[in-house]
């Protein structure tokens, strides 16, 4: 099955990330893939992204960060960019159905979403520091609107995880539901209230609501250009490696195994 899925049923463009086995993140091909999906969507009446099997995204895959190729990276983190801008640029609201994990770029892909529904089981948080990352694209900024600024600092130095419920009473998400077969009804729910309402006035609504993502995307620009700057970093390597090997970081053995080649992490 292709990676990216693109369904459109009774004025619903359905975007869905195909990739459980890696809890749906995405890379380069993919995300333009989501892109293409989003802004061939203008005729429709609501777009939803999605995840398949049991998890919403995990934002950029970190398989290739552990030997990072700064060709490659650059891509991907630039392209992230682009479809968060698709996402805003959309004239037609886009909701973000989760099922799972919105974790990392995935929990900015709801900060850029127009609307967001969460099954319970769903969680959210950003992964940035803990897998020698940063998420610059969103939660550093935009996100301090959504949920106040406190708390997005917590969200995205911390690492930590919140429940649906959590994300609810933060307004991160618009509207918690119980499993699945709910999310779908719940999405049908929306698109219906939706569809009784003015296509042009709704675009008009949606690019003046764009004030704060406007003012946001100079300072995403240029925590794009730190990102890849650390590119091949110490903490960046070790990082990805520890995720990709199910262990705890050690960010600062490593920063003095490189320092000192004979002094490893655990002496």
């Known amino acids: 099955m292709a990676a990216i899925e693109v369904e459109t049923r009774g004025g619903i463009v359905t975007v869905t990330i195909n990739r459980p086995e890696r809890r749906n993140a995405y890379d380069l091909e993919m995300a333009r893939s989501m892109i293409d999906a989003v802004e061939g969507a203008v005729d ?19 398989d290739q960060l552990g030997e990072p190729d700064p060709r490659e990276l650059r ?11 698709a996402i805003r640029a959309c004239p037609r609201p886009v909701i973000a159905a989760v099922d799972g994990a919105a974790a990392g770029g995935g929990n900015e892909l709801v900060v850029a ?12 948080g950003q992964t940035g520091p803990k897998v020698g990352s940063a998420p610059v694209l969103g ?5 301090s609107l959504q949920i106040g600024e406190k708390r997005a600092r917590e969200m995205a ?3 930590r995880r919140y429940t649906a419920e959590q994300a609810l009473a933060m307004g991160l998400v618009n509207e918690v539901v119980a499993d699945a077969a709910a999310l779908d009804d719940a999405v ?26 406007h003012q946001s995307r100079d300072n995403m620009t240029s925590g794009l250009g730190m990102l890849i700057q650390a590119i091949g970093s110490e903490d960046m390597v070790e990082g990805a490696t ?5 262990r705890r970081p050690d960010f600062r053995g490593a920063r003095a195994a490189a320092a000192d080649p004979q002094e490893g992490p655990d002496q």
């Open 44 to 62: 429709a009446e609501v777009v939803v992204i999605r995840g398949a099997g049991g998890a919403f995204c995990a934002g950029g895959a970190l």
């Open 75 to 85: 891509a991907l983190f630039t392209t992230s960019l682009k479809l968060l801008d």
């Open 113 to 124: 979403c127009d609307f967001a529904i969460a099954t319970e089981r769903s969680t959210f």
């Open 139 to 143: 939660a550093t900024q935009l996100m």
């Open 157 to 159: 130095m911390l690492c």
């Open 188 to 213: 049908a729910r929306w698109a219906d209230e939706v569809h009784a309402l003015s296509p042009r006035y709704l675009e008009i609504v949606k690019v003046s609501s764009n004030q704060w993502w």
């Open 242 to 246: 520890a995720f990709l090997e199910k």
